[in-house]
């Protein structure tokens, strides 16, 4: 959906968010592909991160098909507006991304491997883009939820910008901020590539791996 108003290209301020509204969006509680909840409690050797990588249809099933993944679900962070509707969020005027959260077992995949699969899924040079998606709820951003995650982020960043240097790339403007809360979209879009095999999936890499970071130490 397009909206003619500058804050497709820039970041409104809390003053200019739309108001929202306190009522969460209603979900049925099962994830389509996997039949397990999808919202919390989850269990206690659960960890969980955000990412947003572009439009959420693709990128939710990206993680949802790695082993180690116990659900994920799709929806709006890291703005201002309460309990956005999508089409407030596409409006440009609530700040908020297009996200995925990922809940995982660590046991069973390592929170480099998922950082892995989101740097090599998408663009993350394309400011407020990504591919033919244009729009500040399309950036590119990983929302974690302690410091342990926090350098993870930090060091593979790094890692994977020495790698598109020596492509020629560009710069990565993905935000690594803290998370804050996340609003779960509307039904339709919950696992929308599994109920609509054919739909639209507009994410595309550089083609460039992000090689082994776990022996990496902080700077």
Known sequence: MNFLNPF?????SAAQAL??????????NSHAVKAVPIQPPFAEKLEKIVLGLGCFWGAERKFWQLPGVYTTAVGYAAGYTPNPTYEEVCSGLTGHNEVVL???NPQEISLEKILKTFWE???????FRQGNDKGTQYRSGIYYVNDSQK????????????ALDEKNIGEITTEILPATEFYYAEEYHQQYLHKNPGGYCGLGGTGVCLADVRNLTPP
């Open 121 to 127: 899924s998408h663009n993350p040079t394309q400011g």
């Open 102 to 104: 990922v809940v995982f």
């Open 19 to 28: 108001p929202g509204r306190s009522e969460s969006i209603k979900l049925t």
């Open 151 to 162: 350098q993870t982020a930090e060091l593979t960043k790094a890692k994977y910008q020495s």
């Open 8 to 12: 497709k290209s820039q970041m409104p």
